[in-house]
């Protein structure tokens, strides 16, 4: 489940369309509103598909419309990413070596980015 605070945008993408959840709904493809509402209020968790139909819908890139899961995912991986660069620093030197390092800093430097502007 997602928590509150990892805001999505559907609410004010679909007010923004003028749509109803029962027309969003069928735009996904699924029986009824009910789940338009559950994604809205980040009570269910949509799956890729339905992520990338929100994408079609509002025309808006789901980085955007999920703007919190997103930033979660984000400092996960960062974070990940500093893991394999400590491992990394261990291997032989080479060009390959060193495009994985550089590949590894800049993920690794996207939590440090988040760090400084929730400080």
Not at 32 to 57: D, H, M, W
Not at 62 to 73: D, I, N, P, R
Request: hydrophobic share 40%.
């Amino acid at each position: 489940m997602i928590s509150s605070l990892l805001p999505n945008h559907l609410l004010a993408n679909r007010k923004r369309l003028a749509l109803s959840q029962e027309e969003v709904a069928f735009l996904l493809g699924t029986q009824s509103g009910t789940k338009v509402c559950r994604y809205e209020r980040f009570l269910r968790e949509p799956n890729l598909e339905t992520i990338l139909a929100y994408e079609a819908i509002f025309q808006k890139p789901a980085s955007e419309l999920f703007a919190g899961l997103y930033q979660k995912v984000e400092q996960d991986v960062a974070a990940r990413a500093r893991v394999l660069a400590l491992k990394a620093e261990d291997q032989k030197a080479g060009q390959q070596t060193s495009r994985k390092r550089h590949t590894l800093a800049v993920i690794a430097a996207k939590q440090n980015n988040q760090s400084t502007k929730t400080t």
